[in-house]
T-cell receptor, first 116, second 112 residues
Framework: AQSVTQLDSHVSVSEGTPVLLRCNYS??????LFWYVQHPNKGLQLLLK??????LVKGINGFEAEFKKSETSFHLTKPSAHMSDAAEYFC??????????????FGKGTHLIIQP | NAGVTQTPKFQVLKTGQSMTLQCAQD?????MYWYRQDPGMGLRLIYY???????DKGEVPNGYNVSRLNKREFSLRLESAAPSQTSVYFC???????????FGPGTRLTVT
């Protein structure tokens, strides 16, 4: 079984400052990890994914995340926040259990607030 | 390409009524999924279909049924709606295991 913990339910930063959204996971097998973003009243959009290639993953809109197996973490960062980054962010894990597909396991989400 | 489409966008039901949520994808994906999203809970998997002709239960299947009508379409049915099923429902599709999932815009369902 796998699980995901997003360590902050809300994060507030000023426009132009760095963003850090923290995510820890647990998985019995080699996981695939994703970050999705959801803007208000919209569906989910994939930001980036890790699937056992490079541990530093670059995504859309200047976001990136680093897979750290020793820390079981997959934190999302961006060097400079923009007002349009205000949204809900979900860390997601999928691991192969040998019993077939079972969808994704979502964290509870981090609400990112950008102060002008 | 439209991607993943869902109908309706909004629905209000009375307790005990039934309805079907429709989902279609035009990306020729094998796998399709239904999730529900509740405040502070993230998304939880209701049912999924790894390929045409197969369906399996997810984390919260009680009170729901699904049909994988063909490769494009995957419907979710509430036979007797309950207030606990008030939620936002998302359909998603994927080329297969370990690939990312692509989400529809969601259906906001209220059961009174």
């Amino acid at each position: 079984a796998q699980s995901v913990t997003q360590l902050d339910s809300h994060v507030s930063v000023s426009e132009g400052t760095p963003v850090l959204l923290r995510c820890n996971y647990s998985s019995s097998y080699s996981p695939s990890l994703f970050w999705y973003v959801q803007h208000p009243n919209k569906g989910l959009q994939l930001l980036l994914k890790y699937t056992s290639a490079a541990t530093l993953v670059k995504g859309i809109n200047g976001f990136e995340a680093e897979f750290k197996k020793s820390e079981t973490s997959f934190h999302l960062t961006k060097p400079s926040a923009h007002m349009s980054d205000a949204a809900e962010y979900f860390c997601v894990v999928r691991s192969y259990s040998g019993g077939g597909a079972d969808g994704l396991t979502f964290g509870k989400g981090t609400h990112l607030i950008i102060q002008p | 390409n439209a991607g993943v489409t869902q109908t309706p966008k909004f629905q209000v039901l009375k307790t005990g009524q039934s309805m079907t949520l429709q989902c279609a994808q035009d990306m020729n994906h094998n796998s399709m999924y239904w999730y529900r999203q509740d405040p502070g809970m993230g998304l939880r998997l209701i049912y999924y279909s790894a390929s045409e002709g197969t369906t399996d239960k997810g984390e919260v299947p009680n009170g729901y049924n699904v049909s994988r009508l063909n490769k494009r379409e995957f419907s979710l049915r509430l036979e007797s709606a309950a207030p606990s099923q008030t939620s936002v429902y998302f359909c998603a599709s994927s080329p297969g295991d370990f690939y990312e999932q692509y989400f529809g815009p969601g259906t906001r369902l209220t059961v009174t």
